[in-house]
């Protein structure tokens, strides 16, 4: 499933769709385990952007409690996958993390790199942003700088629910992108259920609202890391269901951050 050219795109470029990443099976499996957690929301549901129209919320970590969530990082071919586009020896779990746009929904995605929000360093991580809709821009696409994890950069993050945290950040002002979108070298995808675009920590991105009256679209976002990768602690961080037990320079094996490629460890 996966090309020398795809490695390639993901080590040049920062990302790489990977078409039909998931069969049909699988899709039919996690939609139905989506539709479970959207009914019965867990621990880490939030809305983004809640003062403005639409649906738009998330939830974390379900791989510690719902079975096919958890089927999908121990048996589904995405760990070795990633571990292939990132040539490492072994993966680990880092998180999985539902976004949901229902129709209707005017907030963007802010611009943004995802490791700015992680208790983690190095190079070997990715985002591996599956698609359970068809998905273009008119719905909430992603959208990427190409190559703008080789810049060095580290920019500000942003908090999706609209509050300002540009004081509390350790990284520089993010770059107003939208207002200068010729200057940047965007590039996008569109997606069928199945589909996947795996993309590194630093890669810039972001996703117009969903502008549509009737396509949901609904994204499994499964973040991946692999042999360099330690822990560390941040001013602001994501919240962790627990504390996992590491020291700043620690490697992420617990079990909370399980080695699930190329020895997968029996799932909790």
Known sequence: MVSDEDIKAYSDDGVVCIRGLLDAGWVARIIAAIDRVEQNPGPFRERYAPDQPGMFFSEKFMWTYDPDFRALAFESPAAEIAGTLMQATKINLFYDHLMVKEPGAVAPTPWHQ???YWPVEGDQICSMWIAFDEVGLDNGGLEFVRGSHHTGERYQFVD???KDVSEESEFAPLPDIESDRDAYDIVTWNLQPGDALVFHGLTL???RSNDTAEYRRRALSVRWTG??????RRQKMIALPHDPGLEPGD???CELFPVVWPHAKSSP
Do not use: Y
């Open 227 to 232: 042999d360099d990768m330690c822990f560390i």
């Open 205 to 207: 991105h972001g996703a």
């Open 251 to 253: 490697k992420l094996d």
């Open 160 to 162: 999706f629910r609209g």
């Open 114 to 116: 995802d490791m700015n």
